[in-house]
């Protein structure tokens, strides 16, 4: 990469992960609430947080600990010992301990763990919780024993599409960020849907970051997904949301693809808003789009942002939203640890605040 590269793309990671949070806290003061109510209070849809300070839920919460879980995963191969899979497992149980305890237990595990604000309850899935829950004590890496697919595996799996391009021809393949968004959304969600939603997120994000048109990245994500053993509940809702896409933008359309509680909805919803308004100067008409309807708000913003933040870099996020989302310091704190790991090798980190485990 050279360097107007690299700034290219550390401004799309950060505008993937600041625009989910931005999404997110939009969403949230709204979630289950009618779109009957929602545009009797915001006829132009949710366009402004609803107090001073954007409250982030689970989703973010959760993508945050799945960027963690990558960097100190990355920071084993310095060591020597590989990428693997389970240390983002072990991420998400530390996500967990943020749910169950009132604030950090002291144990030395990295820096994210000992953030206070993150030890609130933000109506974080069931799934997660139970899944994770179960597995303690058992090791990383264990695939979830349940059948569910909610959006709760696609809505942390941006940060897999964010790896550089290089690092993904040098080291691993083209299939590396949707395979392990796939494995890793397992960790919880046992239904084949929940898992390769996600993979379809991150290989939506990967096309993006290589600098791919939103309208080809989907085209890039169905063809990860073609030829795959139980896609098609994945696949038809990705095709729908293009084809309503072209008819324009309504919330009409938009819940006709569902609530965005499983992830096949949340993932085409998303998808949908994003292509309605793909334009730099659109960000926040597609979050408000993705937003104002009567089902899971929160997650749905999430997604969109991901996909719009890492289309047009943080630049072009709403500039008084990014400023107020609850969190910015410590999420571009780890998304700047984040590039710096994975474009100049985890040597450039303090291994103190990402141990490889």
């Known amino acids: 990469m050279v360097l107007t590269d690299i700034a290219t793309y550390s401004s799309r990671v950060r505008g993937s992960i600041l625009g989910g949070a931005i999404g997110d806290a939009l969403g949230n003061p ?28 689970d989703d973010t919460q959760m993508t945050m600990f799945t960027l963690e879980g990558m ?24 996500w967990l301990d943020t749910q169950e305890l009132r604030k950090p237990s002291g144990e030395r595990d990295g820096w994210l763990a000992a953030q206070q604000w993150l030890y609130a309850q933000r109506s974080p899935g069931g799934a997660c919780l139970s899944a994770l829950k179960a597995s303690k004590g058992k090791g990383f890496g264990i695939p979830a024993d349940n059948n569910k697919r909610g959006c709760g595996g696609v809505m942390r799996s941006a940060p897999f599409g964010l790896v550089p391009p290089r690092v993904i021809e040098e080291n691993v393949n083209e299939d590396w960020p949707f395979e392990s ?91 949908y808003a994003a292509l309605c308004f793909p334009d730099r100067a659109q960000v926040l008409d597609g979050l408000a789009l993705a937003v104002s309807h009567s089902g899971d708000s929160d997650s749905t913003g999430s997604i969109c942002g991901n996909i719009l933040g890492a289309l047009h870099g943080v630049e072009a996020l709403p500039s008084d939203l990014a400023a107020r989302v609850e969190g910015r310091g410590t999420i571009l704190e780890l998304v700047d640890d984040f590039v710096a790991s994975f474009l100049h090798g985890p040597e450039a980190l303090d291994f103190d605040r990402y141990p490889g485990w």
């Open 30 to 57: 709204v979630e289950f609430s009618s779109a009957e109510r929602i545009h009797r209070d915001h006829p132009h849809g949710v366009r402004t947080f609803a107090a001073a300070i954007g409250e982030i839920t």
């Open 71 to 94: 960097i100190r995963a990355h920071v084993r191969t310095e060591r020597g010992i590989g990428f693997t899979l389970g240390v983002i497992h072990h991420a998400y149980q530390r």
């Open 181 to 271: 968004a796939v494995t890793c959304a397992g960790y919880t969600h046992g239904h084949p849907t929940g898992q390769l939603a996600a993979g379809a997120l991150a290989a939506i994000i990967q096309h993006i970051v290589a600098g791919g048109r939103l309208e080809t990245a989907v085209d890039f994500a169905l063809s990860k997904l073609q030829g795959r053993p139980d896609t098609e509940q994945t696949i038809r809702p990705l095709i729908e949301a293009c084809a309503l896409a072209e008819a324009g933008p309504s919330v009409e359309r938009l819940e006709s693809l569902g609530g965005g509680f499983y992830a096949e909805e949340a993932l085409a919803i998303a998808v």
